[in-house]
């Protein structure tokens, strides 16, 4: 029985070796990539991570700038609010008296004719 099945065992044991040469053939070139990419990756990591820090150091200072104009910020929403009041009395008045854009006094009332 082993001498007949000796060479399917030879075949299957040359196909297995076959088989490991692709994978470490494969392993290396995976290996080769890897290596390659290793070097510009750590750099841009690097890079990545410096311009994280400088954008968390300009939102810091970003807020120290806020919150010193915090005063300033509320004359702003306030003058525009007393801006939006005047510009609501001036819009109901031309509405009462459109005429007032032209003449100061109110024309005087016309008699219609009988």
Known sequence: MLATERPKLDRISDQLITLS????????????????LRGPM????????????????L???????????????DDTVENLREATDNIDQLTDSLK???????RIKEPKERKVPQ
Do not use: C, F
Not at 26 to 36: C, E, L, S
Not at 59 to 73: E, F, H, P, T, W
């Open 21 to 36: 040469q692709h994978a470490d053939d494969t392993v290396q070139n995976v290996n080769g990539t890897v290596t390659d």
């Open 42 to 57: 750590g750099k841009d990591l690097a890079e990545l991570q410096s311009t994280l820090l400088q954008a968390k150091g």
């Open 59 to 73: 939102l810091a200072n970003m807020q120290v700038i806020v919150r010193a104009n915090d005063y300033k910020i």
């Open 96 to 102: 009462q008296r459109p005429w007032s854009l032209i």
